[in-house]
Nanobody, 126 residues
Framework: QVQLVESGGGLVQAGGSLRLSCAAS????????MGWFRQAPGKEREFVAT????????YVADSVEGRFTISRDNAKNTVYLRMNTLRPEDTAVYYC???????????????????WGQGTQVTVSS
C-alpha cells in the first residue's frame, strides 16, 4: 500500500505562485508515474499534470500549459507541482495520484491511477 500526503496549498492572490508537494510512503513510488488532478466546487475532478517514473517525460493540461510544472525527486519519494501566474479559476482541491508500481508511463486518465492523496486546498483570490 502506498500512502500519498500532499502539502503546500493555501490562499494566494491572482498572479501569485505556489508549490505543491506530494510525499509517498514507499520506495515503490520510483517505478510509478505520478499525476496531479484537481476538483473545483461543483465540478468533476480533472487532470492537471503527469510525470513518468524517471521524471524525464511530463505532460500538462492545456489550461495550465506554460504556468504549471510537474517534477519529481525519487531520492525523496516526492513529486512537485509548481504553479505560477495563478488565476481564480485555478481554485480547487488538488490531489496527488500514483499509478501502480511498474506502470511508469505518463497518463491523463484518472482511472489509471491506483493511489490517491487526501487533497490540498488551493484558493486564488482576484
Amino acid at each position: 500500500q502506498v500512502q500519498l500526503v500532499e502539502s503546500g496549498g493555501g490562499l494566494v492572490q491572482a498572479g501569485g505562485s505556489l508549490r505543491l508537494s506530494c510525499a509517498a510512503s514507499r520506495r515503490a513510488f520510483s517505478s510509478a508515474a505520478m499525476g496531479w488532478f484537481r476538483q473545483a466546487p461543483g465540478k468533476e475532478r480533472e487532470f492537471v499534470a503527469t510525470v513518468n517514473w524517471s521524471g524525464v517525460n511530463t505532460y500538462v493540461a492545456d489550461s495550465v500549459e506554460g504556468r504549471f510544472t510537474i517534477s519529481r525527486d525519487n531520492a525523496k519519494n516526492t513529486v512537485y507541482l509548481r504553479m505560477n501566474t495563478l488565476r481564480p479559476e485555478d481554485t480547487a482541491v488538488y490531489y496527488c495520484a500514483a499509478r501502480a508500481a511498474g506502470y511508469g508511463g505518463t497518463s491523463d486518465v484518472e482511472g489509471e491511477y491506483h493511489y490517491w492523496g487526501q487533497g490540498t486546498q488551493v484558493t486564488v483570490s482576484s
